[in-house]
């Protein structure tokens, strides 16, 4: 499974865009990129996934360089309720029987 | 459709004793992934199984823990002679997997073992 690298800790403001980014240098052709939200106390929940260029879903966009190298999670016009873990994962999730290692997380903090 | 649920929320167990932990994927799910998470770290998987087969248990602990996913019933994620180390989160992930699913993971909401 490719490594991935982010930021600890993030702080925003109510209603500001937050870009967070993930660097995974040793991606792999048949690698996807999934992000997941974790709340303290609960199971993380999923939020976006992608491949290549950009996905935007109801949520959050995600944003792909053509070289993959790194992929950049967008949160638009956060609020107090997205402060939580987000978490980067890379890798072929239909030969690697789809486990994934979590890593660290990058701790967003939105205050008002 | 329920989601994916997980009991007990929270286990005490002394030291030595036996902890089994439980799963119930969502409806329709056929693979289940255990993760255990420390205080303040990141999710570390454990094992993936399908319907009574274990398929990657690479992230198990060789000795102590076993886990299983029958054809009727919950997954169960079994420790035997706790210790104080074990004391962490246990999530579990259900996923339909399969031609034309994202591969997404549907967590439950953790079982929270305490080793005391």
């Known amino acids: 499974l490719a490594k991935t690298t982010q930021p600890i800790s993030m702080d925003s403001y109510e209603g500001q865009e937050v870009n967070i980014t993930c660097s995974h240098n040793?991606?792999?052709?048949?690698?996807?990129i999934t992000w997941y939200q974790q709340f303290p106390s609960q199971g993380p929940r999923f939020i976006i996934q992608?491949?290549?260029t950009k996905v935007t879903n109801e949520v959050a966009s995600l944003f792909i360089p053509a070289d993959r190298k790194s992929s950049t999670l967008s949160l638009p016009r956060v609020s107090l309720s997205d402060t939580a873990v987000y978490y980067c994962l890379v890798g072929d999730m239909r030969t690697n029987a789809g486990k994934s290692t979590f890593g660290d997380g990058t701790t967003l903090t939105v205050k008002p | 459709n329920a989601g994916v649920m997980q009991n007990p929320r929270h286990l005490v167990r002394r030291r030595g004793q036996e902890a089994r932990l439980r799963c119930s994927p969502m409806?329709?799910?056929?693979?289940v992934y255990w993760y255990r998470q420390l205080p303040e770290e990141g999710l570390k998987f454990m094992v993936y199984l399908q319907k009574e087969n274990i398929i990657d248990e690479s992230g198990m602990p060789k000795e102590r823990f076993s886990a299983e996913f029958p054809k009727e019933g919950p997954s169960i994620l079994r420790i035997q002679q706790v210790v104080r180390g074990d004391s962490a989160a246990y999530f579990c992930?259900?996923?339909?997997?399969?031609?034309?699913?994202?591969?997404?993971?549907?967590f439950g909401p953790g079982t929270r073992l305490t080793v005391t």
């Open positions: 040793n991606i792999a052709t048949n690698d996807y």
């Open positions: 992930a259900s996923s339909p997997r399969g031609q034309g699913h994202s591969y997404e993971q549907y």
């Open positions: 992608g491949y290549k």
């Open positions: 409806k329709g799910h056929s693979h």
